[in-house]
């Protein structure tokens, strides 16, 4: 079904994209098309759509969360990889998504560079969702919002905690901060910390903190992510160092909150980033966090392709 041309797509490359209610909207959604879910009921608005996943980032969650959830609401998915089209051999971004765009009803990319997504969107004729880049991961804070908010209800007002690298995934971490009104406590080794001018600019929601235990104490939240990420192979061995003093431990969640979650975007490293207990721990929601990476996305794709005509 073709756009009117008056009406530009929208894209959802960081949590930026959205207004807060538009976010807090997603978010309810998302609980709502869960349910159905379990339900056995179908909803399947997206009869005949298409989404384009773009892959140059090996992935499990992204792939089969996009793809499970395009064929739930009734439309198919196609997987792309370099190997599979011409960027991979050198066509330039902007024609590729030029023509991309005229075949499917939207896209999602999974890259490094977030210039990428970003001149991917730029050129696209249909809305254009960042799967991850190496600066933010907002799919994922999807998720784990969706599986705070389903279980322990508003944000405002509550504090929560990064500790490991300063990475995409903290970065949307304070971008959710700021669209949703909690604080954000950061513990990050000495080199490994998030971007200065983003805590400059977020320095009314986030703050870096001298160790994981000040992070942890009074959280309602805790997240952290593996020590080395993909494409950070050659740094493994010196981030295993400067990271030891950072790994999640049910004794470490015993300084927050008596409700307090923990949660892991996974793949997880135990005896890494986290002991191998933690994800025993009855505190630990991870695989409910996975599970909605599903149904968040199932949300933000109808979100987007609402103004289609």
């Known amino acids: 079904m073709l756009r009117l041309a008056s009406q530009p797509p929208r894209h959802f490359l960081s949590l930026l994209d959205t207004t807060p209610e538009e976010l807090h909207n997603i978010l309810d959604r998302a609980i709502e098309l869960k349910a159905l879910h379990r339900q056995g009921l179908l909803h399947q608005p997206f009869h005949g759509r298409v989404l384009g996943m773009i892959f140059e980032k090996s992935s499990t969650r992204t792939r089969i969360s996009f793809e499970a959830g395009m064929s739930q609401l009734g439309g198919s998915a196609i997987f792309l990889s370099p190997r599979d089209t011409q960027l991979g051999r050198g066509e ?10 005229r075949m499917v009803d939207i896209v999602m990319i999974r890259t490094f560079a977030h210039e ?14 960042n799967g991850l880049t190496d ?22 007002g509550k504090t929560f905690a990064w500790i490991g690298d300063g990475n995409n995934m903290c970065n949307s971490y304070i971008h959710a ?13 000495y080199g490994f910390e998030p971007d200065p001018a983003l805590l400059f600019e977020y320095a009314h929601c986030a703050e870096l903190v001298s160790s994981s235990e000040a992070a942890a104490e009074g959280a309602h939240l805790v997240a952290t992510d593996v020590w080395t990420s ?11 160092r400067r990271f030891a003093t950072y790994q999640i431990t049910p004794r470490l969640l015993d300084l927050a909150a008596d409700d307090v979650l923990f949660m892991h975007c996974l793949p997880a490293h135990r005896g890494e980033e986290i002991s ?12 409910d966090e996975a599970e909605n990476r599903l149904h968040a996305q199932k949300a933000l794709m109808e979100f987007l392709l609402r103004p289609a005509v």
């Open 177 to 189: 901060a700021h669209q949703l009104g909690f604080k954000l406590k950061i513990a990050s080794p």
């Open 92 to 101: 330039p971004i902007e024609d590729s998504a030029r023509v991309i765009s």
């Open 230 to 240: 993909m494409g950070q192979e050659a740094e493994q061995n010196i981030r295993k």
């Open 135 to 156: 600066d933010h991961h907002p799919c994922q804070l999807l998720a784990d919002l969706q599986t705070y908010k389903e279980m322990r209800g508003d944000f405002a």
């Open 116 to 129: 990428t997504v970003e001149r991917f969107a730029a050129y696209s004729r249909v809305p254009v969702i």
């Open 276 to 287: 191998e207990d933690m994800l025993d721990d009855p505190r630990a929601v991870v695989w």
